[in-house]
Structures are given as C-alpha cells and as structure tokens.
C-alpha cells in the first residue's frame, strides 16, 4: 500500500499523547498486520510504504538495500553554491557523516526554494539536519518516491493506493527476493502506470 501521510500524525501503534496515527486510517486486516517501510516524523507528510510481509520491509529498510528515497524540501534561507556543494560532498553529523546523494533546484524565489534530494538511507531527521547543519531551515518537507515506488500525483493525504501484483513484484526484485508471482520473472516486473484500488477510512 502507498500511504499519503499528513503532516500531524505520526508512524507509532498508539500514542500515549494521544496524537493521530497512522494505523487510525489504515483498513483493517482479517490476518497479520501492517508494518511500515520506515518512517516519517510527525512534521513531514508524503509517501509511506505498508506491507504485511516484514521480510520485505525489514530488506527496503535495511542501509544494504541502498534504497533511494527522494524529498520535496522547502528551505528557508539564502541557498549557496557552496551550500549545495557542502550537501552532495558530506558533512559532519552527531551520529556520523552524512550527504545527498543528488540536490536540484525545484523552484521558488527569495527566502523561500523548493529543491528535491535523494537519500540511500533512513536516519532520524536526516533531512532536515542536513540543511540545519548549513544554517537554513527546512520549512516543508515532503516524501514523493521509495525506491521505485512514487507518490502519485492527485492522491490526496490520508488516502491510499493499493499497489497491484506487478508494482510489489517489482519492490521484491529491487531488494533480491522473487516476485510474488514466480512465473514472472525479475525482468518482467515493471512499475505499473495504474493501481488497482483506492481508499481512505476516516
């Protein structure tokens, strides 16, 4: 399933603050349970990746994957040539060194531009720290691809769609496992232009 998820909720079961989650919204399953492909803190909306089949997710999740996962960022702040240079080149985080693997301008003027930027790993605020660690201020940050999955243009937050056997056996041959589908082969799993069904529970 591909989750578009709000700013506001967060990726926990439950919430002793009480705060939304985004297991509130998710259908509910006769068998098993959804797990998250990763995370995204209670600030930044986009793109999340559920399954029932935690081999999958532990392996798009793991940093041997080298998943790309790719943000629409909007900064605050005067951005550099030498800014975006320090960013693809690496910094020094308080848990180790970290860079984009790509940053392109994305659009908007003054204080306030859009860039995209892709990542191969799932630290806690990466993102954001990056651009932090540069003096500026990440003021929407917003998930639109894992993988070779993207956000799709249209769906709106707190909907959903489900992905079809042809975009999962492709999530699978991506991480090294077999399609769901063992007549398919890896080569014939491509991502399709469609899915299969939509939703939202309120």
């Not at 793109?47 to 629409?72: C, F, I, K, W």
């Amino acid at each position: 399933m591909a989750y578009h998820k709000p700013a506001g909720e967060i990726c926990s079961r439950s919430d002793p603050a009480g705060r939304p989650t985004i297991f509130d919204r998710l259908p509910r399953l006769k068998e098993g349970r959804w797990v998250a492909v990763g995370r995204l803190d209670i600030n930044t909306s986009g793109l999340l990746l559920l399954t029932t089949d935690g081999e999958l997710a532990n392996r798009l999740m793991h940093p041997s994957s080298q998943v790309e996962r790719e943000y629409a960022v909007r900064v605050l702040g005067k951005v550099t040539r030498e800014v975006l240079e320090n960013l693809r080149r690496g910094v020094q985080l308080e848990d180790g060194p970290a860079c984009f693997q790509s940053v392109r301008p994305a659009g908007g003027e003054g204080a306030n531009q859009w860039f995209h930027v892709v990542l191969k790993e799932g630290r806690n605020r990466e993102v954001r720290r990056l651009w932090e660690s540069q003096g500026l201020q990440v003021s929407r940050l917003t998930r639109v691809r894992y993988g070779g999955c993207h956000l799709r243009r249209g769906l709106k937050a707190g909907h959903w769609d489900e992905l079809d056997g042809e975009a999962v056996s492709a999530l699978r041959a991506s991480v090294g496992l077999r399609p769901e589908n063992d007549a398919k082969s890896v080569k014939e799993a491509r991502w399709p232009r469609r899915v299969v069904k939509r939703g939202r529970r309120k």
